[in-house]
């Protein structure tokens, strides 16, 4: 066990829609990373957040946003959803800014319809 | 751009072989290199890591080799087992740029 948590385990949605899934990092870890893991693109670096503060982005689309509130926890918002957007998403965090160590959550699964 | 090549994309190996699972890189500016292990339905775990001023790091059945020259590094895991059986990831990340870039993926059995 990673130590961080992450719901929810499944989602099942249709298109158009939007979601929200959620992420509580390591007990003291600052840094919040999400990733999107699908079969043809392998895992991709969507964004991240340090105390609160964006801090690098990778390839989120446009219709993505993420977020992370006082007590650390961060929450990936994903709209207008298309087939496409059906992955694995997991949330990883490390206790800094720099993210050489990183903990992965079990990951939230979505599949869009 | 895919900066980290992983390769093979799936392997198979007999229980108490040596599996060995090769990554090449581009950018100049990785200097931390980790290695995941994924099983199904779970996140990925740090399983080892190298930085490239030292050219092997071994951690119990776990060894890395680098080889900053040619920018190439592998994992190799000795005497492989079936709960071995997962996929790998090889992973690098530089000082100043801080996302994780992952290789594709390999998927490891260990047969009987």
């Known amino acids: 066990d990673s130590g961080v948590t992450q719901t929810p385990k499944h989602l099942i949605t249709a298109t158009g829609q939007r979601v929200t899934l959620r992420c509580s990092p390591r007990?003291?870890?600052?840094?919040v990373y999400w990733y999107q893991q699908s079969l043809d693109q392998g895992l991709q670096f969507l964004i991240q957040y340090y105390n609160g503060e964006e801090r690098a982005k990778g390839n989120i689309l446009e219709r993505f946003s993420a977020q992370q509130f006082p007590d650390l926890h961060s929450e990936l918002n994903l709209s207008s959803l298309e087939l496409g957007d059906s992955a694995l998403y997991f949330c990883?965090?490390?206790?800094?800014?720099?993210?050489?160590?990183?903990?992965f959550g079990p990951g939230t699964r979505l599949l869009v319809l | 751009q895919q900066q980290v090549k992983q390769s093979p994309q799936s392997l198979i190996v007999q229980k108490g072989g040596i599996s060995i699972i090769n990554c090449a890189y581009e950018n100049t500016a990785f200097d931390y290199f980790p290695w995941y292990q994924q099983f199904p339905g779970k996140g990925p775990a740090l399983l080892i890591a190298i930085r490239p001023d030292v050219s092997e790091k071994k951690e119990g059945r776990f060894t890395i080799s680098f080889n900053k020259s040619a920018k190439q590094f592998s994992l190799h895991i000795m005497d492989s087992q079936p709960g071995d059986s997962a996929t790998y990831f090889c992973?690098?990340?530089?000082?100043?740029?801080?996302?994780?870039?992952f290789g594709t993926g390999t998927r490891l059995t260990i047969i009987p």
């Open positions: 990883a965090s490390s206790l800094g800014p720099h993210g050489e160590t990183q903990y």
């Open positions: 992973a690098a990340i530089g000082f100043g740029n801080e996302k994780l870039t």
């Open positions: 007990s003291g870890d600052l840094s």
